[in-house]
């Protein structure tokens, strides 16, 4: 995908968050004041995934020694660190995966509505809870979930038995980090911070259209489109505000990234690049060919989505692939799991 495709689908997205529908997410009030263990958990920052992984769909999440993914049918499965072991643990349709608590937790891919599921890591105990939304996007963070439903973010204890409004208004492109969620309006380009406590709303930069955010050390990494074309710039941005400065300089358009210590991995032309945030030395990881879209990272894995037309059936077409982050293991799934090519 494209960065212009990406800013077209979040203004989708905007639409159809803002669209009606028969959910009870409006009727939910704000708390009358956030509840200590939300306050303790959020403190914690300790997620069931990566924000930047749940913004490009979820397909992968790591939790003790197991990753969780989605193969091209977007059913569940998990394997060990080091690849081995897969079991699938669910025929669902599956997006957004969060790991945590013993518990794989997922949106179900069903109609307008998205609820959410759980089950055990080794596959019982599967239960709906009472969490649904449009964007099919949450976070789990200690027993509670964070998500958004329309233009509004909430908090809803895992159980159901508490659920509270926490911010009233904000676009679809969102990240946590700790106490404080950032935004970027898709229409006029700010960058806010938001206190998920106070509701207190700074902006932190102007005119920025940011897509995919990671925070890391201390500063906001972001990608900015340029001209609203497919050239698109990694910038970055100390949390509390600040200079904005361009962090990748070699005139190459970056489509997805993902960080890992003090290392920037990014996609760009049918390749994974990595670089040193320090000194800026660069290394090919690998060279696909394709087009790398949705970049999620868990452990020492990626897992992509390769979408492209076959002109024979005159229709797009994907798999989701992986590859390890010494760049091994670059192959499309052959394993009778996997059917191959799917819508």
Not at 2 to 29: M, V, W, Y
Not at 240 to 254: F, L, M, Q, Y
Not at 297 to 312: P, S, T, V
């Amino acid at each position: 995908m494209n960065q212009l495709t990406k800013i077209i689908t979040i203004g989708f997205l905007i639409l159809l968050l803002s669209t009606p529908a028969g959910c009870s997410n409006r009727d939910i009030e704000p708390f009358d004041s956030i509840p200590e263990d939300l306050i303790s958990a959020l403190h914690s920052a300790q997620y069931g995934n990566t924000c930047v992984n749940i913004s490009n769909y979820g397909y992968a999440a790591e939790s003790d020694g197991w990753i969780y993914f989605v193969n091209t049918d977007y059913k569940l499965y998990k394997m060990r660190s080091d690849g081995s072991h897969i079991i699938k643990l669910s025929d669902d349709k599956v997006q957004s995966i969060n790991a945590a608590n013993g518990y794989v937790y997922y949106t179900k891919r069903s109609g307008i509505l998205h609820p959410v599921y759980r089950m055990r890591t080794d596959g019982t105990g599967k239960e709906k809870t009472s969490i649904s939304n449009r964007s099919g996007r949450f976070l789990v963070v200690g027993d509670w979930i964070l998500y958004q439903d329309g233009e509004s973010f909430y908090a809803a204890k895992i159980d159901g038995t508490q659920k509270g409004k926490l911010i009233a208004k904000i676009s679809s492109n969102w990240i946590v980090d700790g106490e404080y969620l950032y935004n970027c309006s898709v229409t006029d380009g700010n960058l806010y911070r938001i206190s998920l406590l106070t509701g207190e709303k700074t902006m932190i930069s102007s005119d920025v259209y940011a897509t995919d955010m990671i925070i890391s050390e201390g500063y906001l990494y972001f990608l900015k489109h340029m001209d609203y074309g497919d050239d698109t710039k990694l910038y970055r941005i100390p949390v509390g505000g600040g200079d904005v400065e361009e962090v990748i300089s070699s005139g190459t358009s970056i489509y997805y990234f993902q960080i890992s210590g003090n290392t920037i991995y990014y996609s760009t032309s049918g390749s994974i690049v990595k670089i040193n945030i320090s000194d800026s030395n660069w290394e090919l990881v690998t060279k696909t060919g394709r087009d790398i879209a949705d970049l999620n990272m868990a452990g020492d894995w990626f897992f992509y989505n390769y979408r492209y037309y076959d002109n024979e059936l005159a229709e797009y077409l994907h798999y989701i692939l992986r590859v390890r982050k010494d760049g091994t293991g670059d192959t499309l799934y052959d394993l009778p799991m996997f059917s191959g090519k799917t819508k």
